[in-house]
């Protein structure tokens, strides 16, 4: 089994929506700068669960905003990744579902960080979501992989709404079956104490 090292080639994408590089694909990237105890976004904050460590994502489009946690071993190695991103998006009786299209979007962002994503393992419509005016939350799990690594992954995606304000919540993962499930069991536990930390912020 093998798992990405922390490198600017493997997670430039990941912290960038757009913009130039920040290191060459084999330089560690040194998060230590960057690092906040919180993610504090558009309309509500997140609190890392313990072990994770908490970074900005940086967009150029002022629509956009968000965090990614990682998880790491003692070797530089990434165990798991969650995104938290908020989104304004512009819905109309033609466009997709806003559900549909942020799915979409971050689906876009983690197909540049490598990862190709699969078929649906499962699907929950009205998720409990707590968080004042969080509301019409839904869930995806689907199969995954990384371009150049034969490790099983899995992606699982929250979607949720606050008047305007979409977001999603990723868990980026080993799949269930991989070390008899160590890595999946402790990501997706952790999925769920990040979920339970939003508080709502702001109007909207």
Known sequence: MRFLKITAGSLLMALMFAGPALAEPDDFVDFSDLVTPTCTIVGLTATPPAGWFNVPIESKDASISGCQMM??????ELLGTLRVLSVQLEVTEESPPWWAAIIALE????TKMGYVVGEVLWSRQDVPISGEGFANARAVGL????????????VHFLVFEKGPQKFIISLLTPGQDVEEGVYYNRNTADFGILIRSLKATGAG
Do not use: C, Y
Request: charged share 25%; hydrophobic share 25%.
């Open 71 to 76: 998880r790491v071993g003692d070797q530089e």
């Open 107 to 110: 689906q876009g962002a983690i």
């Open 143 to 154: 199969s995954a992989s990384i371009e150049g690594n034969d490790t099983p992954q899995e």
